[in-house]
């Protein structure tokens, strides 16, 4: 048994406990408004994020920071991308020197380009061996119905990678291993974004050609990005880039797909997040991505454009007219 914290109750960091407790861990979740962290200990569920799924009683909730991460063996970060440098910078005094950081989060920093690995690294100084990320084609209301799937734990440290397979691996969730925590990561982070594309293709009544386009090349920008990065191209193909790519980009589920319909539809950026508490990281990250692209050399289109949707500097039209217009080249190179 791991003792675990997990800092974040919202729909992933709440579904992720299920599976964490699920494995036979003791598992301590964090929420930001005490009154919510009430609610879970008394009904065994979370109202606000996933209405009508009971929890293990091994999660409890609690507002008390200290509380929470006093002992924790492992520390799970599950709080918006753009908002984990704030919290962080608050909890690293509470950690343990040895404890395993775990991101669940799928984002790049505004400003810094920093991956979220990155941002653990330099706020708490903890070395490789101690960072670790899990993504992959893993839907929080899906996996807290405890319906079937994979995903990916990566950490440069392929022992401790093991480790976290053992202590996340239940009947319902199978986690495979990775070293390359740039090319998992940044593939988390950019799905998010072509997903936004493709909710886009929705919105404006385009048909499966259209999105499997939009999603095939996004995969090959990614790849792109991440190759130059120093990523390994597998992961691209694997759970974490293809898997979570199909996943997201074709549920109904998928913030980042439905927040992309939308603009399709005609609303502004600010309409939409001003419609719903949840997270799209789409919407901030593909400002961030586009600017490491930027930064890299390298040119990845389908972010860029959704850059300019986002920012109301262009229309949805314009944009499929923009990407299907560009210069014709080979499809490999
Ligand atoms: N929901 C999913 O299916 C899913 C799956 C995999 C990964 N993720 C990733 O996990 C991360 C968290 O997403 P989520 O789905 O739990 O989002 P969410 O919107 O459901 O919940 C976000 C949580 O963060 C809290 N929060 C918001 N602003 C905060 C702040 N300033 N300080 C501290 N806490 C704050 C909210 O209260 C809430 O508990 C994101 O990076 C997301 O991309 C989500
Ligand atoms: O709802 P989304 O768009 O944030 O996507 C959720 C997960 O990242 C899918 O793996």
Redo the contacts with the bound molecule.
Sequence with gaps: MVTTAVM??????T?FSIVVADAGNEVRLW???EELCEVINRTHENPD?LPGIQLPETVVASHDEAEILRDAQVVVL????Q?LR??LTRWAPMLRDDAVLVS????VELGTHKRMTEVIAEITGAGPERIAVV?GP????EIARREPAASVVACEDAGVAGFLQKWCHTESFRPYTNTDVIGSELS?ATK?VIALAVGVCDGLGYGDNSKASVITRGLAETTRLGVRMGADPMTFAGLAGLGDLVATCSSP?S?NRTFGQKLGEGMSAAQVAEQT???A?GAKSCTSIAELASLHGVDMPIVEHVRTLVNDEMTPDELVAALISREAKPEIR
Aim: proline content about 3%; aromatic content about 6%.
């Design positions: 974040g109750a919202g729909s992933w960091g579904a929420g930001r408004r994020y599950a709080v918006p991308s908002q704030e919290n669940l989060m799928k984002g993504t893993n839907l929080a209301k988390g998010n589920l913030r508490r949840q997270v990281e």
